[in-house]
């Protein structure tokens, strides 16, 4: 069992970085694939980046690969989403999400392969 908690959120500008961060409770993090997934108000939740068990490996969704890095440090059970060059369409609420099926890479982008989501803090980028 993981239970996941976001935090880091805010409001930015146009242009500006934030980073989030997804503490996970419990042992052996590093067994977990763990993605960053993000939903605006009326849309899709949509898939933005994830990272292997070991960190080894990193996957970005079209709309935000260059801009954001995904990274992970398993002694303090923590992933963190690095977001530069932010938009105003990057507006959303941000969610973690963890899969023991992913740990060494898969079908990152559907959401049916994560087991355990974390309750999601908001980003607002004003223009």
């Known amino acids: 069992q993981v239970q996941l908690a976001e935090s880091g959120g805010g409001l930015v500008p146009a242009g500006g970085s934030l980073t989030l961060s997804c503490a996970a409770s419990?042992?052996?993090?590093?067994?977990?694939?763990t993605g960053w997934f993000r939903q605006a108000p009326g849309k899709e939740r949509e898939f933005v980046a994830g990272?292997?068990?070991?960190?080894?490996?990193?996957y970005y969704g079209d709309s935000v690969n260059g801009r954001f890095t995904i990274d992970r440090d398993n002694p303090k059970n923590t992933v963190y989403l690095q977001m530069n060059t932010l938009k105003p369409e990057d507006t959303a609420v941000y969610y973690c999400?963890?899969?023991?099926?992913?740990?060494?890479?898969?079908?990152?982008?559907?959401?049916?392969?994560?087991?355990?989501w974390g309750q999601g803090t908001q980003v607002t980028v004003s223009s």
């Open positions: 999400a963890a899969s023991e099926g992913l740990a060494y890479g898969g079908n990152w982008q559907s959401r049916l392969h994560y087991d355990y």
């Open positions: 419990g042992r052996s993090f590093s067994r977990y694939g």
């Open positions: 990272v292997t068990g070991n960190g080894g490996y990193t």
